[in-house]
């Protein structure tokens, strides 16, 4: 496109589109090219381009380069006195902290995206940074915790009849109640974030979906029908080209050595 402030703009509205259907590789191509032209566009929308293309960049798992433009962003949104970018740069700086290990940076970034976020009184980004406190909750084994910040996101989210983020806490719930050894609600919770999540493509939800209903087989028994549904998690993944977070990725290893360990007891020899 030969205007760049018209690409430019078309690239960040089309974030969340990538986003939800799986279009990571080409929505960073977009937003690269846009940031490759961005001394040519207003500074308003550079910083969103340069946000934008963090987020992609930090869901393929580059968190170097996500973290540089997170902290790219946030300095001209601060400069400008942009909040909403603000907040949306300083909780994508704790969700790459996050990734990184550093769970107590992650936490201290995302408190004060919430801060800002109900200073603006922006409802989904207020749950956004909920759902991650309970990311943080979760993958430190503080599930009371987690249930809550999961529960309060979830809340809001339902009123804004934002069903993509429904069912990525609707996973989140499943994962928390599955710790707990409440099957019966993991399993349904896992069901319907997979079911919701299918109604408009969500593949990353769809992936994490597929690993709790994998898990849900380990606990009864199945540990074939559990490598199927993990090989398929897992493949999807790789073709969108998501890189999976800290707790998806515990709670992917504990069931799997449970599914190997069963299967070794039962002769299973994987997905037929």
């Not at 430019?8 to 990571?24: K, S």
């Not at 930090?58 to 001209?76: H, I, M, T």
């Not at 409440?182 to 939800?205: H, P, Q």
């Not at 898990?215 to 074939?224: F, K, L, N, T």
Request: hydrophobic share 45%; glycine share 8%; charged share 25%.
């Amino acid at each position: 496109m030969k205007d760049p402030e018209i690409a430019a703009r078309l690239a960040t509205g089309l974030r969340n589109f990538w986003i939800l259907q799986g279009y990571l590789i080409e929505g960073r191509e977009w937003l690269e090219e846009a940031l490759r032209r961005s001394n040519e566009v207003p500074a308003s929308v550079r910083r969103k381009v340069l946000i934008a293309a963090a987020s992609l960049v930090q869901l393929q798992g580059d968190r170097e380069k996500a973290r540089n433009l997170y902290e790219e962003g946030l300095a001209d949104a601060r400069a400008a006195g942009d909040l909403h970018q603000l907040a949306l740069a300083t909780r994508g700086l704790g969700a790459t902290s996050y990734l990184q290990g550093d769970f107590r940076a992650a936490r201290e970034y995302v408190e004060e995206a919430l801060l800002i976020s109900r200073e603006l009184n922006d409802k989904f980004a207020i749950a956004a940074s909920l759902n991650r406190l309970g990311d943080l909750a979760r993958v430190e084994d503080n599930f009371a915790a987690a249930q809550m910040l999961f529960d309060e996101s979830i809340a809001i989210l339902r009123q804004l009849g934002n069903r993509n983020a429904v069912s990525n806490s609707l996973n989140n719930l499943g994962a928390v109640a599955f710790a707990h050894g409440d099957y019966r609600n993991a399993g349904a919770y896992f069901a319907e974030a997979l079911t919701m999540a299918r109604e408009f493509g969500g593949k990353i939800v769809i992936s994490h979906a597929l690993d709790g209903l994998a898990a849900m087989s380990v606990e009864r028994g199945d540990p074939q029908r559990a490598a199927c549904l993990a090989g398929a998690a897992e493949e999807l993944r790789e073709v969108i080209g998501f890189k999976r977070e800290p707790a998806e990725t515990r709670f992917r290893d504990a069931y799997l050595t449970q599914a190997a360990a069963d299967a070794e007891r039962t002769d299973t020899v994987g997905c037929l």
